[in-house]
């Protein structure tokens, strides 16, 4: 269970749970988990990753992590050439 703050927002407990690293890493771990798991779905789960993909850039503007986008885009761009 999450512990929020006064103003509503989570309160984080892990170094790992902060900055624009955790998008990197879960996208890893979910591209990860569907290419082990989903073998029958993989077509139809792969799909998801356009829009999880643009979500996450989308959250990196918008909480200023411009070093962490560059690195995120540059890795990840080749899943949709």
Do not use: C, Q
């Not at 984080?12 to 990860?32: C, H, M, P, Q, W």
């Not at 356009?50 to 850039?57: D, K, L, M, N």
């Amino acid at each position: 269970m999450s512990s929020f703050d006064a103003e509503g927002r989570p309160i984080i407990s892990r170094l790992e749970d902060t900055g624009g690293g955790k998008y990197g890493r879960a996208f890893r771990l979910l591209k990860v988990y569907i290419d082990d798991n989903f073998d029958i779905y993989k077509s139809e789960m792969v799909r998801f990753f356009w829009p999880i993909f643009v979500h996450s850039t989308l959250n990196f503007v918008k909480e200023y992590f411009i070093a962490d986008i560059v690195k995120f885009f540059n890795f990840f761009k080749v899943e949709f050439e």
